[in-house]
């Protein structure tokens, strides 16, 4: 199983968005949001979260990205994993900062094989369900 975990910098970077003005108005210090999905393979997650570039060089977002209106995200603060079962509890404990948050997530919600997590964001878009992903909420936490 690949990893696609990047530990989120304690030094917090300004938020920018080239295609969307709204991604900087989610920033904020502390809050995490999640995002949980059902994926086919691993494969198909890392299309899904994948970011590619045009012929001059510029980002086009992602599927994630555009599912969700956010024109793009830094991803010094962006968790991900894919997993070969359903999702549990047990399996965020790994994630940054995880056990200041994971008693406030219902295990219900953790209904698919795949995990995003934005740290110092507070998604607040209209999309709550796209794509078999679903935004099960933004938490407080502690560095």
């Not at 994630?64 to 999702?87: A, R, T, V, W």
Request: glycine letters at 6%.
């Amino acid at each position: 199983m690949n990893k696609k975990r990047c530990t989120p910098s304690l030094h917090i970077t300004k938020f920018y968005n080239r295609h969307s003005k709204g991604v900087n108005a989610m920033r904020k210090e502390n809050l995490v949001s999640i995002w949980v999905g059902n994926f086919n393979s691993e494969d198909d997650f890392d299309e899904y979260i994948g970011e590619n570039y045009d012929e001059d060089g510029d980002m086009v977002p992602s599927i994630f990205m555009n599912d969700f209106e956010m024109g793009h995200i830094d991803h010094d603060f962006q968790e991900s994993e894919f997993f070969d079962k359903k999702l549990t509890k047990d399996d965020i404990v790994d994630f940054s900062y995880a056990e200041t948050f994971i008693d406030k997530i219902n295990e219900a919600n953790l209904m698919g094989n795949a995990i995003i997590l934005l740290y110092d964001f507070e998604y607040s878009g209209e999309v709550q369900t796209k794509n078999n992903v679903n935004y099960i909420g933004a938490y407080d936490y502690k560095k």
